[in-house]
């Protein structure tokens, strides 16, 4: 299975990670790196790691000189094409999803692009918003609300647009059991602690009535939903805000998580991680398994959309 | 040092705990258990465990004949009397301090006793609030807000209580760093997503400064604040709603937590676990985990308070 790599900030730890991580990435797709061969020599120059003899890649921007752990207008310009060449071969089905290293937001805006990150750029590219989905293969959590202020959130919380997310989540991962968190301590405890637990309930009923099969479960009292008996028995949830589901991703499973964007026409995955530009190019052996883990996951999306046409 | 033990609702598990780890407490310290002869060999017939010979007891209440797994109007009230006269006999320097074993709010209400649990109760008797805290020794989460609806935590983020508030604290643990969360998913982005972080700075800084040492530190990004590097170095915070603290303790240490009373006239904590009547008298071996950790701490803040007056 064919997938890009779109290679992020050149100054920051993305290629490095690329490089090092290329003999465990083959074993699980055919990686195609979205990278001009001229700035890849560069790259392995400054980090002393040879290019592995398979490791194809595809042009697609103009070259620089790495400016190792700076924000540059050249390294901004050259992430976000990169990017965009990802997006064009995956709509083409030349590739059959996108994996992501880290862009910096720094460097995007110096080089006049308006995006605050991938996400953002997606949305506009595919005029929607995409569902954000962060965790690794133990826990998984899809945001139902995320970059707005916590006052906002309440006023979100209506049945009908969790409804549609639920059964676009459910598209994507087909997962057996899904929980979905309740908003409010103790999920309101039966309207004690406030009432936005009726929308969610309402919107728990509706999908399965949809989808004619038990999936979503809740809403679950958020402080006991991801105890490790529960992610014994469940590993995907819907939470209501941003820190309620990565509050517990991040302090579980830090290193190893991923960001994977969902209902989208194409497959796409990323570390989530940044381009830690105080580690880039010091030999400091940045952690590869945020995107060895992106990558398994794009490749199980992929299988599961089974639309084998490449 | 000798504490309380107040038995809790005695068709619960809590006995059986406080039987079984008598052993391991009396190393802690010297416990004095609020119960009477009576209902003391009734539960350890009940169970088939043997008194230890060393298991001092308090009478507190009227006896009646168990029902194990029920929420009666008996059990309730004697409870309620166990705790009533732990509190008594720590108000009078008898005790240190108290530990609490679960009631069961139901056979509370049958009993016609009108608060929700032990947390109201103290509010009531010292006509002020308790810092609800809760953790194990490796994380402890001190709550801002706690069982309000999540729409109304925004309004409740304000500079002079939130001082307040973590002065109270530092009073009582006196812990040489604690970490202060922001509201809003990573801490507002400066202004971007939300600015509740504008009133959280300046209780941080007022604080510091009254403290004279630089004891508060944030707003910190709520998902990454719990993370293992920063558990590290940090362990003890500040959350400003209840999800946002014990999402992440119960995630990490769900077995081992347990909840501390602080800004009391005394000191307590309790289990961090209900009264489990579906387990109670059936020989299922309940942990005595979050039992021992309450006890260790109430041992270890009574240090703190250096009242060496017993």
């Given at each position: 299975?064919?997938?890009?790599?779109?290679?992020?900030?050149?100054?920051?730890?993305?290629?490095?990670?690329?490089?090092?991580?290329?003999?465990?990435?083959?074993?699980?797709?055919?990686?195609?790196?979205?990278?001009?061969?001229?700035?890849?020599?560069?790259?392995?120059?400054?980090?002393?790691?040879?290019?592995?003899?398979?490791?194809?890649?595809?042009?697609?921007?103009?070259?620089?000189?790495?400016?190792?752990?700076?924000?540059?207008?050249?390294?901004?310009?050259?992430?976000?094409?990169?990017?965009?060449?990802?997006?064009?071969?995956?709509?083409?089905?030349?590739v059959r999803g996108i994996v992501t290293l880290p862009i910096n937001k720094e460097a995007w805006n110096k080089a006049g692009i308006a995006y605050k990150g991938h996400t953002d750029m997606l949305a506009d590219v595919f005029s929607q918003d995409a569902i954000m989905m962060i965790g690794c293969e133990h826990l998984f959590v899809a945001l139902f609300t995320h970059h707005i202020p916590l006052k906002k959130v309440p006023g979100k919380i209506e049945a009908k647009a969790l409804q549609a997310f639920m059964q676009t989540l459910y598209q994507e991962i087909k997962e057996e059991k899904i929980g979905v968190l309740g908003l409010n301590p103790h999920a309101g405890d039966n309207g004690v602690i406030g009432d936005e637990e009726k929308e969610i309930s309402k919107a728990i009923h509706a999908a399965n009535e949809a989808l004619m099969q038990e999936v979503f479960v809740g809403p679950l009292v958020p402080d006991t939903a991801f105890t490790s008996s529960m992610r014994e028995k469940i590993r995907y949830f819907v939470c209501m805000y941003h820190d309620q589901g990565l509050i517990a991703t991040k302090a579980l499973y830090f290193e190893e998580g991923i960001n994977v964007s969902l209902g989208l026409p194409i497959i796409r995955t990323s570390v989530d991680h940044g381009t830690a530009y105080d580690k880039a190019y010091h030999d400091k052996n940045p952690s590869t398994l945020s995107y060895i883990n992106a990558v398994k996951e794009a490749v199980r999306l992929a299988i599961k959309r089974k639309k084998f046409r490449i």
């Open positions: 299975m064919k997938l890009a790599v779109t290679v992020g900030d050149l100054n920051g730890i993305g290629i490095e990670i690329a490089l090092k991580a290329h003999d465990q990435i083959k074993k699980l797709c055919h990686p195609l790196y979205i990278i001009d061969q001229s700035m890849l020599q560069q790259a392995s120059q400054r980090l002393r790691i040879d290019i592995p003899e398979d490791f194809e890649t595809y042009p697609c921007g103009e070259s620089f000189t790495l400016q190792p752990g700076k924000a540059t207008k050249e390294s901004g310009r050259y992430s976000y094409d990169s990017f965009l060449t990802g997006i064009a071969l995956s709509r083409q089905s030349i």
